[in-house]
T-cell receptor, first 117, second 115 residues
Framework: AQTVTQSQPEMSVQEAETVTLSCTYD???????LFWYKQPPSRQMILVIR??????QNATENRFSVNFQKAAKSFSLKISDSQLGDAAMYFC??????????????FGEGTQLTVNP | GAVVSQHPSRVICKSGTSVKIECRSL??????MFWYRQFPKQSLMLMAT?????????EQGVEKDKFLINHASLTLSTLTVTSAHPEDSSFYIC???????????FGQGTRLTVV
């Protein structure tokens, strides 16, 4: 079974600064997808960024980028120019590319990000 | 992105009663829906996978007789918590996808309180 670990329960960053959230995972599969989701106080899950394991290039979405290290099974999220609206719980998630029963996601424990003005 | 609507957003029920939570895909047909449970300040734990027209697949440790899931149409899945007890109080979230291995979209969640 796959596992996802987020070792930082809480992180804080100053507005306009950069912060990196860590995520490691364990799998024996060669092809899979990795995601970062944001859960603000409203509890609505919002997809921040996704990475296909077969792609060597790190995914980027505006101020959000990832550092995907497949051999190390590491998938960190970098938030640049942090904004107050970035404050939320962030979850790293794994999904097998071989899953035949849909997008079954395995989530990490989450990292609560605080953005200080 | 696609919209998934979950209803109700909050519900309070008495111990021993049943409560139904609906998950609807508003602008797409969902072949698969997922039900998660989330305790305060914790992660999402998958409870079951729901495929339209077939029985749900429950994760290990989830009581299928307590958490009844029905996926009767391509746009609606329901989770019924039967004979609810205070320990069933939690935040329940559904997600839905249009076809296998496409992006999953999440509902806004339901906070269930059993008193």
């Amino acid at each position: 079974a796959q596992t996802v670990t987020q070792s930082q329960p809480e992180m804080s960053v100053q507005e306009a600064e950069t912060v990196t959230l860590s995520c490691t995972y364990d799998t024996s599969e060669s092809d899979y997808y990795l995601f970062w989701y944001k859960q603000p106080p409203s509890r609505q899950m919002i997809l921040v960024i996704r990475q296909e394991a077969y792609k060597q290039q790190n995914a980027t979405e505006n101020r959000f980028s990832v550092n995907f290290q497949k051999a190390a099974k590491s998938f960190s999220l970098k938030i640049s120019d942090s904004q107050l609206g970035d404050a939320a719980m962030y979850f790293c998630a794994y999904r097998s590319a071989f899953e035949t029963s849909g997008s079954r996601l395995t989530f990490g424990e989450g990292t609560q990000l605080t953005v200080n003005p | 992105g696609a919209v998934v609507s979950q209803h109700p957003s909050r519900v309070i029920c008495k111990s021993g009663t049943s409560v139904k939570i609906e998950c609807r895909s508003l602008d797409f047909q969902a072949t698969t829906m997922f039900w998660y449970r989330q305790f305060p300040k914790q992660s999402l734990m998958l409870m079951a996978t729901s495929n339209e027209g077939s029985k749900a697949t429950y994760e290990q440790g989830v009581e299928k007789d307590k958490f009844l899931i029905n996926h009767a149409s391509l746009t609606l899945s329901t989770l019924t918590v039967t004979s609810a007890h205070p320990e069933d109080s939690s935040f329940y979230i559904c997600s839905a996808e249009e076809t296998v291995n496409t992006e999953a979209f999440f509902g806004q969640g339901t906070r269930l309180t059993v008193v």
